[in-house]
Structure formats: structure tokens, C-alpha cells
């Protein structure tokens, strides 16, 4: 061999082999071939920038839209029963039934004076109080100039002693002026910062439908969701609130109690829905009022949610589908064009399953950074709407649904790799050898 070949011969020699030590090595172990697919991945990505982004593009939607979907449900969710579960205590609610025929039919039976005292009777010990709400939810309100809209309920002081509302500033009022048509109330603190702070509004009155209380507290409460503000509300002694409404037609009752947490709640409840079956006399059929609590209210939410949750997968699954068709394109065009590489791999020794797992953990790898960026995209997605909605409660990410879109993805990135790592692994050395 003359001296002017030797370098050349000597480079075609080492090139192959830093190709092929990328695979082989004397026993490759896990962490060596990891390595090696990821490298592989990113050559992948450089060598088909544009199909490879789009598929990953396209599995990042699909966990985007698993880890927005889960987000919102759960901060709905969390937010509603929070109300539930404030200071320690539970809360179980009775209400009329607000079922759609009711509603439309105009026959709500509403609940009553006697339906008060039998809960009262039933839970002698513990806190009961009722909350009687005017009107709807946007009742037009004013202090001074300014004018907004709120939710009115009037109630015993009974209530504040449930926990449900939080005194952040102000005092609350006294029994003594809470009595009868007492005229103190309670506004929530969204309500006080739209009429001028919470500065503003303390030892003002407030103009409601015809009458006026003197602010002496703000509160909070649980927050918004459904689009409906918990803390856009005045809380008003109950006798001016029966006063606003003479004949009781604008007026809806509730009835709320409030347990420890030892007590068995669910029990309650369903103790208490007997006798008020008594109570109003119904007999077979549904019933005409709803006992709520915490598990009962995260139930129906649950199964409310879950068509919803499915319609949104179902369409998910359609963009994993596309997004495995776009990773099974680049893949097998990355086989096609590395079949030497593939060919010189097998010639220095690597076995068909070295080859094959290469090949497999870079689909792998490909979706895993598409599943990453779709969590980074989903959960920015969930806080931007409800930063921006009062629908869906209080901003959350759930960690679950971006565990289950990454766990999707890189499940879409084995069974997508599966036939074009097993085509790697097939090819015939010889004739890879002889491919330009």
C-alpha cells in the first residue's frame, strides 16, 4: 500500500466504526443505547424538520387537549366542593329541585317554613340557618353613584357560624341589629371592590330593591365558577329580606347545617331526605327537593363531566391518530435513508435487537418531546381561560391528566416505532452496503 492511499484508506476505515461504536461498542448497555436514540432523534428531526415538527406538533395538540381538559374540569370540580369544606366543617345544603320540568312547567315546590323546622328539630345540636335568596343572581344594587348587580340572601346569624363565608374586613353584626328586619349587612368582596373598595363601602348604605342596609363587613367567599361570582353578594337579616318580597313568589329558600368532620355527613343526608319525604309527603316518584353535600356534589359533577371528558378524548384520539401516521412517515423515511448506516451497524456487529431498539426508542423519544410541549401548552391554555373566565373556577393544573397526555405519548411512540424499528432490523447488510 503506497503512502499517498494510506491516509484515505485509514479515514474510510474510522468512519464506519464511530458510526457503528455508536451501537455496538464491545456490549452496549441501556443507558449507552438511549443515548445513541437520542442523538438518533435529533438527526432525525435535522434530516426531516418539517414532517418530523408537524407530527410532534400534532402529538403535542393531543396532549394539550388531555392536559387543558383534565385542568379545567378539575378546577371546576375543586372549586364547587371547596365551598363544602371550608374551616373544617361540612356543610350539607337542602334545596328545592331545580329539575328542567319543574322550571318550565312553573311547579318548583319550594321549600317552606316547615321544612326549616324539621331540619332544625332533626340537628337540635348543631348549626342551622336558612338562606333565603331574592330574585335572581343579579340584582341591581347601588352605594351612592355607583351602581352594580348581586346576589341577595337574607339569613340568621346561625349562618355565619357555618363557615361558608370568611369576615376580611368590617365586623359582623350583632344579634341585636340582625334581629327582625334589622337593616346591617355583609357584601362579598367582589361586590365591594366594583362599588369603590373595601374602604368605601364600610359604614355606607347600600340601596336594594326598594330598601337600604349599612355595610358593616366584607367577606369572602368560594370563589366563581359556572360564570357565577360566590362573592358578588349581599347577606342581609332575613326579615328584610321576607320584606322586599311580600307574597314570597321572587323568593327561594335553602337550608343549610353545618357538621364536624367526624360526623358520618352521607348519612345524614340520607336520613334526612326520608324525613323530608314525610315532610312533603312524597310518595314514590322523585323527589322534589335535593339534600347536597361535598361527595354527593363531587359525584354529580363527576358523571356531569365525564360525557363531556369523553367527547373531548374521542376527539384527542383522532389527533393521536394523525400524529402516529406522521411519526410512522418520518421513521420509515429515516430508514430508508440511514440503510447504510443501518448495513455497517450490522456488518461490526450489532445484533438485530440493538438495532431494532434503537430505532424504537427514537419514535419514542420524537413523541416524548412532542408530550412535553404539549404539557407546557396545555396547562398555559387552562390558566390563560380561567384567568380570564369566571366559569371554570379557580386556576388549576392537573398534574394527573399531564401524566396521562405524556404517558399517551409515549405510548403513541411505541406503537408507532414498532414496524419501522422492525424494518431497521430486517434489512440485509450486504445490500445496505452497496446503497447511496
Known amino acids: 500500500m503506497n503512502a499517498s492511499t494510506r491516509p484515505a484508506d485509514t479515514s474510510s476505515v474510522r468512519a464506519p466504526q464511530r458510526v457503528a461504536a455508536s451501537a455496538v461498542g464491545a456490549a452496549p448497555g441501556a443507558w449507552f443505547v438511549l443515548g445513541e436514540a437520542f442523538q438518533a432523534a435529533l438527526r432525525q428531526l435535522r ?3 418539517v414532517g418530523t415538527a408537524i407530527a410532534m406538533l400534532s402529538v403535542a395538540l393531543g396532549v394539550a387537549g388531555i392536559v387543558s381538559v383534565a385542568s379545567l374540569s378539575e378546577g371546576l370540580s375543586r372549586t364547587l366542593v371547596r365551598s363544602f369544606e371550608s374551616m373544617g366543617r361540612q356543610v350539607l345544603i337542602v334545596r328545592s329541585d331545580p329539575s328542567y320540568e319543574s322550571l318550565v312547567l312553573g311547579r318548583a315546590n319550594r321549600l317552606s317554613e ?16 336558612p338562606l333565603l335568596r331574592y330574585g335572581a343572581f343579579n340584582n341591581p344594587v347601588a352605594l351612592g353613584a355607583r351602581k352594580s348587580s348581586a346576589a341577595i340572601y337574607g339569613t340568621t346569624l346561625d349562618y355565619f357560624r357555618l363557615g361558608e363565608v370568611e369576615l376580611i374586613a368590617g365586623v359582623w353584626p350583632s344579634r341585636q341589629d340582625w334581629r327582625g328586619s334589622g337593616r346591617q349587612c355583609l357584601l362579598g368582596r367582589s361586590l365591594a371592590a366594583e362599588l369603590g373598595g373595601t374602604a368605601a363601602v364600610l359604614g355606607r348604605d347600600l340601596s336594594l330593591a326598594a330598601r337600604s342596609c349599612r355595610v358593616v363587613g366584607v367577606v369572602k367567599g368560594a370563589g366563581s365558577a359556572l360564570g357565577f361570582d360566590a362573592e358578588r353578594l349581599v347577606v342581609a337579616p332575613i326579615g328584610l329580606v321576607r320584606a322586599m318580597d311580600a307574597d314570597g313568589s321572587l323568593s327561594d329558600l335553602e337550608i343549610h347545617a353545618g357538621f364536624s368532620g367526624d360526623d358520618d355527613i352521607e348519612a345524614i343526608g340520607r336520613r334526612l331526605s326520608t324525613q323530608l319525604r314525610k315532610q312533603r309527603h312524597v310518595v314514590g316518584g322523585e323527589d322534589d327537593f335535593i339534600v347536597v ?24 384520539a383522532v389527533v393521536f391518530a394523525v400524529a402516529a401516521l406522521g411519526i410512522g412517515n418520518v421513521m420509515v423515511s429515516g430508514v430508508n435513508a440511514r440503510r447504510r448506516e443501518i448495513a455497517i451497524k450490522r456488518a461490526i456487529g450489532a445484533s438485530r435487537a440493538n438495532v431494532f431498539l434503537e430505532f424504537l426508542l427514537e419514535a419514542v423519544i420524537l413523541t416524548g418531546f412532542g408530550g412535553v410541549l404539549g404539557v407546557v401548552l396545555g396547562a398555559a391554555a387552562a390558566l390563560a381561560i380561567t384567568s380570564g373566565s369566571s366559569y371554570f373556577g379557580e386556576p388549576t393544573v392537573s398534574w394527573s391528566g399531564c401524566l396521562f397526555g405524556v404517558v399517551t405519548a409515549l405510548l403513541v411512540g411505541l406503537s408507532t416505532g414498532v414496524w419501522p424499528a422492525a424494518r431497521a432490523a430486517r434489512l440485509d447488510p450486504v445490500a445496505g452496503l452497496h446503497h447511496h
Request: hydrophobic share 55%.
Open 47 to 49: 434530516s426531516f424538520p
Open 114 to 129: 316547615r321544612d326549616l323546622r324539621v331540619v332544625a328539630a332533626a340537628f337540635a345540636r348543631r348549626p342551622v340557618a
Open 293 to 316: 353535600t361535598a361527595q354527593r356534589l363531587r359525584c354529580y359533577l363527576d358523571d356531569t363531566l365525564a360525557s363531556v371528558r369523553a367527547g373531548l378524548f374521542l376527539l384527542m
